[in-house]
């Protein structure tokens, strides 16, 4: 199972919503990755989990919040966004860093945000 | 600092010809991996190509293939017999082979494919 998952595809909410984005992955990965993508833009990393640990945050504003239940699940919690973080948030999972084998990430198909 | 850089944000191809995209990266490691990702309109980002910097042979994929100058730090794609659906955005990506979980991207390069 070579596959990242996430859900919901698409979310529509208002500025002063709660809600969570979840990934999902069995490749047995140790290394997880939240992005945000806005249209032809590369990927923007916000977080990375190691480990089920919280190894970088890249000055993410604390309305997203970050949880890693498990070595195969990755939460994203939304609260009180504005309409300039509607974008694409993508999942990914790689083998952790100095590991041998394949060291691509793999993404998810992401989850289209638009905040209102 | 790790930089990666793609100085064509556009380019177009007849489809069945040959068409290469640049990267340039930065690094003062000496083992990491180089990757180009393909990510069409609406969809999934996938993996493309990798290529691991302690080899010097040139990684292909079928239709793509790599002209990797480690020297140069120069990283380029070569897609043979375009198809239309090999329209999309390419990101190249560098990731360190030490313990670094942090991947780099380049800005991408908007591929067409005309019929």
């Known amino acids: 199972d070579t596959e990242v998952t996430q859900t919901p595809k698409h979310l529509v909410m208002g500025m002063t919503n709660k809600k969570s984005l979840k990934c999902e992955q069995h490749?047995?990965?140790?290394?997880m990755y939240w992005y945000k993508q806005k249209a032809k833009k590369p990927p923007e990393l916000m977080f990375v989990?190691?480990?089920?640990?919280?190894?970088i945050n890249e000055s993410v504003p604390s309305r997203f919040s970050p949880e890693c239940p498990n070595s195969s699940l990755l939460n994203l919690h939304l609260h009180a966004l504005q309409p300039e973080d509607s974008a694409l948030y993508l999942c990914?999972?790689?083998?952790?860093?100095?590991?041998?084998?394949?060291?691509?990430?793999?993404f998810g198909p992401g989850t289209r945000l638009t905040v209102l | 600092a790790q930089t990666v850089t793609q100085s064509q944000p556009e380019m177009s191809v007849q489809e069945a010809e040959t068409v290469t995209l640049s990267c340039t990266y930065d690094?003062?490691?000496?083992?990491?991996?180089l990757f180009w990702y393909k990510q069409p309109p609406s969809r999934q980002m996938i993996l493309v190509i990798r290529?691991?910097?302690?080899?010097?042979q040139n990684a292909t994929e079928n239709r793509f293939s790599v002209n990797f100058q480690k020297a140069a730090k120069s990283f380029s794609l070569k897609i043979s017999d375009s198809q239309l659906g090999d329209a999309a955005m390419y990101f190249c990506?560098?990731?360190?082979?030490?313990?670094?979980?942090?991947?780099?991207f380049g800005t991408g390069t908007s591929l067409t494919v005309i019929p």
């Open positions: 989990y190691s480990y089920e640990k919280l190894s």
């Open positions: 990506a560098y990731r360190w082979l030490g313990t670094g979980n942090q991947f780099y």
């Open positions: 490749m047995g990965h140790r290394a």
């Open positions: 690094t003062s490691e000496s083992d990491y991996y």
């Open positions: 990914a999972s790689s083998v952790r860093g100095g590991t041998s084998g394949s060291n691509e990430q793999f």
């Open positions: 290529q691991e910097a302690y080899k010097q």
